[in-house]
């Protein structure tokens, strides 16, 4: 059971430039998230989806789009690279068990800088 | 104004210590309250949930809510070095709201 998986672990964009972010989660939860995290800021959720085949904007969604590809996996895209894009990107899912309605669970996360 | 202040630290104790950590909030209407523990270089793990009001214990970890202040509070007793990571506080009545982090060191 390896939980939540995040690929890459490091990535180095030029300004512009494009790239995915993937992430996978085993435990069969409905709901996934991306968050990016910044020094003083904490973590700010970017999109998130309570469901297979739906998408909703979170609190800093401009710049990104994301795919909910089937239950299992939430991809976070960067169309066009900025250097304010540079973060500690993390993925996370939950499902919401009594007692515990909003227990998230967070991948290792990914590390970008954009020059 | 954030909906959610903490303290970034960094908090330096020595081991055995008694550590408090803290966090402010702005809307009343959070009902749920969490803790979540960051190791460096590791995504976020979720160490204390509590639900309105009140205190809640799990060994050496009490959280506590005062929804009346808008304040939650930590306490880990006899702090150890592997306690050493950065603290979140989280908060939901739908969007989850997270503090900034309190880095924390615990020497030996």
């Known amino acids: 059971n390896a939980g939540v998986t995040q690929t890459p672990k490091f990535q180095v964009l030029k300004t512009g430039q494009s790239m995915t972010l993937q992430c996978a989660q085993d435990?069969?939860?409905?709901?996934m998230y991306w968050y990016r995290q910044d020094p003083g800021m904490g973590l700010r959720l970017i999109y998130y989806?309570?469901?297979?085949?739906?998408?909703d904007k979170g609190e800093v969604p401009n710049g990104y789009n994301v795919s909910r590809l089937n239950k299992r996996e939430f991809s976070l895209r960067l169309e066009s690279a900025a250097p304010s894009q540079t973060s500690v990107y993390f993925c996370?899912?939950?499902?919401?068990?009594?007692?515990?309605?909003?227990?998230?669970?967070f991948g290792p996360g990914t590390r970008l800088t954009v020059t | 104004q954030k909906e959610v202040e903490q303290d970034p630290g960094p908090l330096s104790v020595p081991e055995g210590a008694i550590v408090s950590l803290n966090c402010t909030y702005s809307?009343?209407?959070?009902?749920?309250f969490m803790w979540y523990r960051q190791y460096s270089r590791k995504g976020p793990e979720l160490l204390m949930y509590?639900?309105?009001?009140g205190n809640k214990e799990d060994g050496r970890f009490t959280a506590q809510v005062d929804k009346s202040s808008k304040y939650i509070s930590l306490f880990i007793r006899d702090s150890q070095p592997s306690d050493s990571a950065t603290y979140l506080c989280?908060?939901?009545?739908?969007?989850?709201?997270f503090g900034a982090g309190t880095r924390l060191t615990v020497k030996p």
């Open positions: 996370a899912s939950s499902e919401p068990r009594t007692g515990h309605p909003y227990e998230q669970y």
């Open positions: 435990m069969n939860h409905n709901s």
């Open positions: 989806s309570a469901s297979e085949g739906t998408t």
């Open positions: 809307n009343s209407a959070f009902q749920y």
């Open positions: 509590t639900y309105s009001s």
């Open positions: 989280a908060m939901n009545k739908g969007d989850m709201r």
